[in-house]
């Protein structure tokens, strides 16, 4: 898996592959050197977990953006990998070219899931107690961005949905963040379903 991904990225001309490892036991050592944008994680490997990583890579870099890449649909797989601070995950039947798409998306800022993935995300939230909504002010348009995110929708996604640019989505979503202060999209996404503000 780790060898195709190589490919696949080595294929992409717009990426630069700067390292792939076996295992996340130097992922600090690693990161510090190499500074990537974005690191495909998985969560089973030797040593330690791909989640443990992440939670150390969180401890020095909280720009770099992490996607979990694993075989794993638990809700508790999922759930411990967002708060431990990844930027999206997708399991390993993604297809190569989805792959490409969510490496994209998330370099530019979004939280791609496989939609099995959202849903499960979508029904954790959905179970929590309601709590009061506070005051926002979104918009009807940062609220449809709002709900398209929460389905797992790339920025490509979302443009071609509401027929407007991904420059327009971006600039849309930054505006969701500073409202409902927040820095990231799984943040936005577990706000907005906590408080049903969408």
Known sequence: MREAL???IRRTSEFKLLGAFPDSMAAEAQVKKLQP???LMDIDMPGISGIQAVQTI???DIDVQILMLTVFDTSEKIFDALCAGA???LLKKTPPSKIVEAIHDVSAGGSPM????????LSHFSKQPLKTEGYY???KREKDI???LTQGYSYKMIATQ???SIDTVRFYIKQIYLKLQVNSAPEAIAKALREHII
């Open 6 to 8: 190589q490919q696949l």
């Open 37 to 39: 944008d974005v690191i």
């Open 58 to 60: 969180r401890h020095f």
């Open 87 to 89: 930027s999206g995950y």
């Open 114 to 121: 496989t939609p099995e993935i959202a849903k499960k995300v």
């Open 137 to 139: 002010n979104l918009t």
């Open 146 to 148: 709002l709900s398209c």
């Open 162 to 164: 509401l027929e407007i």
